[in-house]
C-alpha cells in the first residue's frame, strides 16, 4: 500500500519515475479560471495592464473548485510583452475567447533594429507580464506550502511567433533567412528564460512546464533540430542551473513516426527534459513503452480536451481515464494532462469528475 | 519544348521552390509573352497541387508551403485581373468564405487550405484570422458564396464554430450555404454534433470536401 502523499509530494513522484499515491492531475489552465469566475477577459486584462489579483484569485478558484494536483499561478495567454513592443493585441469580449494579436511588434526586418532595443524586455518592470508576477505570490502565499506551483512560458520559436513575429512571417524566415530567424528565436528564447526565472523568484516552486507550438506538426524534424532543439536544451538548462528545477517540454505534432521520432531522443539527451507531455495523436501504450520505459522520463497521459473534456459524456471521461491509467499508469511516472488546455468553457461536472475518477481510478499500486 | 512551354515550366518549378520574385517575373513574362491567363494558372494550380502532395507526404512543411504560397500570390496578383477581364468566358467557379476563428489568429493551415482551394480551382475569399462569424455571413451573402469554410486551432475558438451554425440558422439561412470546418480543435465528432456539412483534417482532404459539397 502506498502512503498517502500531498500533491509535492506525488507531483516529485511522478518526476521521477516513481508510484505516486495517485495519478496528479495537471489541467493546462490559461483562460478557464477567468470564465469559471463568471468574467470576462476585459474584466481582468486590457491591452496594457492585468488585474494580478484577480488573476490569482481565477487561479484559486478552479484549485478550489476541482482540487487538482499542480497549478500554473497565473491567468495565461500568449502575448505577455507584445504591446510593450510597439505591437497591437486584441482583448475579445466574448465568453470562451482568447486574447490574440493584431499586428505583431516586427512587422519586417527594419523593425527588428527598433524592438531589438527594447529586448531583453524586462518582465518585473511594467505591463501585464509584472501582474503575472504578482498572482504568482498571491498564489504561492496561500497554496504553496501545499501546491506544486507551476512557472510556465514557451520556448524560443513559439515565443518569437507569439512576442515578436507572428506565425505566418516566423515560418518563412526559418526557410527564406535562417539567421534572421534565429537572431529573433533567440531573443525571445532570452526573454522566455528570464520571465520563467521571475516566475521562480516570486512563488513558482515545481517542476517548469515549457509548451511550442510548432513540433513536428509543422515542422519537419530536421527544421526542428535546427530551430527548437537548441533553444529548449538553452531554457531548461539555465532554469536548473538557477533554481535546480527540471523542464517538462509540451509539443504538438507525431513523435510516433520514424523521421520524428528521433526528436524524443534529442530532448531527453541532448537538451536534458525531464518530461514529455505530447497531444493526443500519442495513445497511452505507445508513450509508456517508447518514452517512459526508454528514456526513463515521465509522461503526460493525455485526454483530448475538446473531446471528452468539453463535450463529455462522463462516461466517456472514465473511459479515457481507465485507458490512459490501464496502459500508462503502471510504474508510476504519469500524470493526467490534457492535449492542449483545458478549454474554457469546459462544463464543471466534466472537469470535477475527471480528476476525482483520475483519483480514484489512478490509485497506487493499480490494481486494474 | 517552346519558350511559352518553358516558360510555365518555370513558373512551376519556382512556386514548387518557393521563389516568389523569380515566379512574378515569370509570370510576367507568361502573359507577356501570349500564354492566355487560364494557362498560366494552370501552371501555378499544378506547381501547389505538387506542393500539397508534398506536404502530404511529409516532405514539405509549414516552411515551404508557405514561401510556395507566397510565390503562388505572387503570380496570382498578375493573372487575377487578366481573369476577371475574361471572366463571362471562363465556367464558374465554386465560391469559398474562408477564415479562422474570432479569437483565434492561427491562419497557417488556412493559408495552406486557401492555396490548394486556389489551386483547386475554387475562387476563395480569404478573410484572414481572427474573424467575428457575422463578417463570414456577411461575406458569404455578399459573393453568394457557395461554402462557408471555418478554421480554429486554439480549443478555445472551437465554440466559435458552433455559435456561427446557430446564427445562420437564427438567421433563416442556413441552407444557403454549406459550411465545412477544419483545424486543430475541430474533430469530425465535434463537426457532427454542431450540424456543418463537412470537415477536413488535412488541406488535401480540405480541397476534397469542398469539391463534394460545391456539387
Known amino acids: ?368 | 519544348m517552346g519558350e511559352k512551354e518553358d516558360t510555365l515550366q518555370g513558373i512551376k518549378q519556382n512556386i514548387v521552390d518557393g521563389k516568389a520574385e523569380v515566379t512574378f517575373e515569370l509570370t510576367n513574362k507568361s502573359l507577356g509573352m501570349g500564354n492566355t491567363p487560364l494557362e498560366t494558372l494552370a501552371a501555378m494550380t499544378d506547381a501547389m497541387n505538387v506542393v500539397g502532395d508534398l506536404y502530404a507526404a511529409k516532405k514539405y512543411f509549414l516552411p515551404n508551403v508557405l514561401t510556395s504560397a507566397n510565390a503562388f500570390d505572387k503570380g496570382f496578383s498578375l493573372v487575377q485581373p487578366k481573369l476577371l477581364e475574361g471572366a463571362g468566358s471562363r465556367p464558374k467557379m465554386a465560391k469559398v468564405v474562408i477564415g479562422v476563428c474570432e479569437g483565434d489568429i492561427h491562419d497557417i493551415g488556412k493559408k495552406i487550405v486557401v492555396a490548394m482551394l486556389r489551386g483547386g480551382g475554387f475562387e476563395v475569399f480569404d478573410l484572414g484570422r481572427d474573424i467575428p462569424n457575422q463578417e463570414f455571413i456577411d461575406k458569404a451573402v455578399q459573393e453568394k458564396a457557395d461554402i462557408i469554410a471555418q478554421s480554429a486551432l486554439m480549443s478555445t475558438s472551437i465554440t466559435e464554430m458552433r455559435d456561427l451554425m446557430d446564427l445562420l440558422r437564427e438567421g433563416g439561412i442556413r441552407d444557403q450555404f454549406k459550411v465545412m470546418i477544419g483545424g486543430g480543435s475541430a474533430t469530425p465528432e465535434f463537426g457532427e454534433k454542431i450540424g456543418v456539412d463537412g470537415y477536413g483534417l488535412t488541406s488535401a482532404e480540405a480541397v476534397e470536401v469542398a469539391g463534394r459539397l460545391s456539387k
Open chain 1, 1 to 368: 500500500m502506498v502512503e498517502a502523499m500531498t500533491k509535492k509530494e506525488r507531483v516529485e513522484a511522478v518526476m521521477e519515475v516513481r508510484e505516486p499515491d495517485r495519478v496528479p492531475v495537471y489541467p493546462y489552465i490559461l483562460t478557464h479560471g477567468v470564465y469559471a469566475m463568471g468574467w470576462k477577459l476585459p474584466d481582468m486584462t486590457t491591452e496594457t495592464t492585468m488585474d494580478g489579483v484577480k488573476s490569482a484569485q481565477a487561479t484559486l478558484k478552479t484549485l478550489e473548485m476541482y482540487d487538482y494536483d499542480m497549478c500554473i499561478g497565473t491567468y495565461q495567454d500568449l502575448y505577455f510583452g507584445v504591446t510593450e513592443l510597439g505591437g497591437k493585441i486584441k482583448i475579445p469580449t466574448k465568453f470562451g475567447s482568447a486574447v490574440s494579436m493584431k499586428e505583431p511588434p516586427v512587422k519586417d526586418h527594419n523593425d527588428w533594429e527598433r524592438v531589438q532595443k527594447m529586448m531583453p524586455y524586462d518582465p518585473r518592470k511594467s505591463g501585464r507580464a509584472k501582474s503575472v508576477l504578482e498572482s504568482y505570490r498571491i498564489v504561492s502565499d496561500k497554496v504553496g506550502k501545499t501546491t506544486p506551483i507551476i512557472p510556465c512560458w514557451w520556448p524560443g520559436p513559439t515565443a518569437a511567433m507569439c512576442m515578436l513575429r507572428g506565425p505566418e512571417a516566423l515560418s518563412m524566415d526559418m526557410a527564406l533567412d535562417k539567421s534572421f530567424a534565429h537572431e529573433l528565436i533567440e531573443s525571445a528564447n532570452d526573454f522566455a528564460i528570464d520571465f520563467l526565472s521571475a516566475m521562480y523568484e516570486n512563488g513558482a516552486n515545481s517542476v517548469c512546464h515549457t509548451g511550442e507550438i510548432y513540433g513536428v506538426e509543422l515542422l519537419s524534424a530536421e527544421q526542428c533540430h535546427e530551430f527548437v532543439v537548441p533553444y529548449v536544451k538553452k531554457l531548461s538548462q539555465e532554469i536548473y542551473k538557477k533554481f535546480g528545477q527540471k523542464t517538462w517540454l509540451h509539443t504538438h505534432g507525431d513523435y510516433k513516426r520514424e523521421d520524428t521520432y528521433p526528436l524524443i531522443g534529442e530532448y531527453v539527451e541532448d537538451a536534458k527534459i525531464a518530461g514529455f507531455h505530447p497531444d493526443d495523436k500519442h495513445p497511452p501504450e505507445w508513450l509508456q513503452k517508447n518514452v517512459k520505459e526508454k528514456y526513463h522520463i515521465f509522461i503526460a497521459g493525455i485526454i483530448h480536451g475538446p473531446g471528452p473534456l468539453l463535450q463529455g459524456p462522463i462516461s466517456e471521461i472514465e473511459r479515457t481515464v481507465r485507458d490512459v491509467v490501464d496502459k500508462a499508469g503502471p510504474g508510476g511516472g504519469m500524470m493526467m494532462a490534457p492535449s492542449c488546455e483545458v478549454p474554457p468553457d469546459t462544463p464543471p461536472e466534466n472537469f470535477r469528475r475527471w480528476v476525482e475518477y483520475c483519483h480514484e481510478y489512478g490509485k497506487y499500486p493499480l490494481v486494474h
